[in-house]
């Protein structure tokens, strides 16, 4: 079946502008997660959703930061005024709960680049 | 709070020969799980091979082992026949049972050469 899909693959954005990211998690997945890679770091976790639950969002960095996941399906992260430190791969990834250890799959990511 | 430690920036193997990917966790939960992931330059995050806390046998999947030694909170990831395909970033994460995330390493960039 399809897997995780993001879009778009790559953006540039000037500092100061507002950004858009997109997931479709794997069909049937209620556990929604977003992470940031830094260039030549591991990934850090950002937020999380499950099913109709409150997101969790203790690894959003700033304010400037938000997440939606409309009807249990689609994720959007939005980052507000960019700025330059912003600059990363954004991945997201799905499982098919939460509730036990379930592996998360990933999707191809978006690599943002403010300039 | 939960840590993963890989201390190999960079390992080098000839093709067919098999190499190990060390990986330590510090955790004060008992119910945890252990995951590796690969990272080709394309980006894409793949999952490899799972291992958890209460696992008797070590995980196999193809060529791909974890050969896990819960009392010195290592899991160490063994791809035996390395192929030039196997060239990546490697990375380890762990999480805990009472916990949403995953926790990385900074992972390992293995290049299998001719």
């Known amino acids: 079946g399809a897997g995780v899909s993001q879009s778009p693959s790559n953006k540039v954005t000037e500092k100061g502008k507002d950004v858009e990211l997109r997931c479709d998690p794997i069909s049937g997945h209620t556990a929604l997660y977003w992470y940031r890679q830094s260039l030549g770091q591991g990934l850090e976790f950002l937020i999380y959703f499950q099913g109709n639950s409150a997101p969790d969002k203790s690894g959003l960095p700033s304010d400037r930061f938000s997440a939606e996941r409309t009807g249990g399906s689609v994720s959007t992260l939005t980052i507000q005024r960019t700025q330059q430190e912003d600059s990363a791969v954004y991945l997201c990834?799905?499982?098919?709960?939460?509730?036990?250890?379930?592996?998360?799959?990933f999707g191809p990511g978006t690599r943002l680049t403010v300039l | 709070a939960q840590k993963i430690t890989q201390t190999q920036p960079g390992m080098f193997v000839q093709e067919k020969e098999a190499v190990t990917l060390d990986c330590t966790y510090d955790t004060s939960d008992q119910s945890y799980g252990l995951f590796w992931y690969k990272q080709p330059s394309s980006g894409e995050m793949i999952f490899l091979i799972y291992?958890?806390?209460?696992?008797?046998q070590n995980a196999t999947e193809g060529r791909y082992s974890l050969n896990f030694q819960k009392a010195r909170k290592s899991a160490n990831l063994v791809i035996s026949a390395s192929q030039l395909g196997d060239s990546a970033m490697y990375f380890c994460a762990m999480r805990a049972y009472n916990t949403d995330k995953l926790i990385f390493g900074t992972g390992t960039r293995l290049q299998v050469f001719p």
């Open positions: 990834a799905s499982s098919e709960t939460s509730g036990s250890l379930d592996t998360q799959y």
């Open positions: 291992q958890g806390s209460y696992d008797e």
